[in-house]
């Protein structure tokens, strides 16, 4: 245990740096999973709604379109 301490002493940036770099890589996944749940989630609800009638097709799909980013020309 005492050489671990000490190898993390000797290389306290490289290791914060990595630890740093871990946990950006580790939250980045864990938000763009959970941003890709809720979309699908969303997508699921609009199509339930459509099946039963309550809404119509073409709402459904300005629904959809409304989150969209708008395609850049160049």
Do not use: D, H
């Not at 809720?38 to 629904?63: F, V």
């Amino acid at each position: 245990m005492t050489e671990l301490t000490r190898i993390i002493s000797e290389n306290f940036f490289w290791f914060m740096g990595g630890l740093i770099a871990l946990t950006a890589i580790v939250s980045g996944a864990i938000s763009k999973t959970v941003r890709s749940t809720s979309r699908e989630r969303t997508r699921r609800e609009i199509a339930a709604y459509i099946a039963e009638g309550s809404m119509t097709p073409e709402q459904g799909e300005r629904l959809m379109a409304a989150g969209k980013k708008p395609e850049s020309c160049c």
